[in-house]
């Protein structure tokens, strides 16, 4: 029942404004508007009549991985793994192959072979770990030093017993980067001046593969002009804002420096 006199609907009004009546008093620290909120905007989509493709996306990363042959890993533990004899192995499985994921110049992998007898001039480059799969154990991290300042970038990790390459790639790189579980390649960007290609490779689960997930061109300050030779490719750990990610082409046959690469002047990161 409501009170005599009073109209219900205006009963109503009143029981609500009533909280505002009271809280307009300006008291300090109250909420006070922003002014106008300008109106978002979506995507346009573009010639929307376009058709479809005829052919679904190519699952790329999937032939990147195999085994690799001869190469046992007590427990899992892929820090009681030789890296050296880990190149040696894939190097013998692929004797005559010069570009793809599993591409070799001639004279890296005759260094390669002669690792043991000539450490100084050994190719492959001090091991790394982390674990970039989330599973928990870590991955050996390979760096292979090639002709005309090419690196390739290697990772593999331990299952049941046994070793798998789940990455593979080569670039004029000059550093590579950890990133939590992403592995982020700077390289040089051939034919624009000024600019690096940055690529991160992460982890794909259906893939059971790292792939280039994030890929830029980032324009970078120019550096004064230096007589010292360039600086040895690096794994260094980033800040904690990660620097985006560019591209990392395959050589090709009979080896040609593949476009990308770039440098960094993060601090040297010691192997766990």
């Known amino acids: 029942m409501r009170p005599r006199g009073l109209p219900f609907v205006a009963a109503v009004a009143l029981a609500v404004a009533a909280p505002f009546v009271l809280s307009g008093c300006g008291t300090e620290g109250e909420l006070k508007s922003a002014g106008a909120t300008p109106t978002a905007v979506g995507p346009v989509r573009l010639w929307p009549g376009l058709p479809p493709a005829t052919a679904p996306p190519l699952d790329y990363g ?3 991985t195999q085994s690799v042959p001869g190469i046992k890993v ?4 892929v820090r009681r793994v030789d890296a050296v004899a880990v190149v040696k192995a894939e190097v013998a499985a692929h004797p005559d192959t010069y570009s793809g994921a599993d591409g070799m110049y001639e004279e890296t992998a005759r260094q390669i072979g002669r690792c043991t007898q000539e450490p100084a001039k050994c190719p ?3 091991a790394y770990y982390r674990d970039l799969t989330g599973n928990g154990r870590d991955e050996l991290i390979v760096g292979i030093r090639m002709p005309d300042q090419q690196v390739g970038v290697r990772v593999y990790t331990a299952e049941n017993q046994g070793l798998t390459r789940i990455m593979a790639t080569v670039d004029q790189v000059i550093s590579v980067e950890l990133a939590g579980r992403d592995l982020i390649v700077r390289a040089a960007s051939a034919g624009i001046p000024g600019y690096e290609y940055r690529t991160a490779w992460s982890w794909d689960e259906q893939q059971r593969a790292m792939l280039p997930t994030r890929d830029e061109i980032v324009r970078v300050k120019p550096s004064a002009p230096s007589t010292s030779p360039a600086p040895e490719p690096r794994l260094v750990e980033p800040s904690p804002s990660p620097p985006p990610p560019g591209s990392s082409p395959e050589p090709e046959h009979a080896p ?3 476009a990308s690469a770039s440098g960094s002047d993060d601090p040297l990161v010691e192997p766990s």
Not at 74 to 77: G, K
């Open 62 to 64: 999937e032939t990147d």
């Open 74 to 77: 007590p427990d899992n533990d």
């Open 124 to 126: 492959v480059m001090e």
């Open 256 to 258: 040609t420096p593949p």
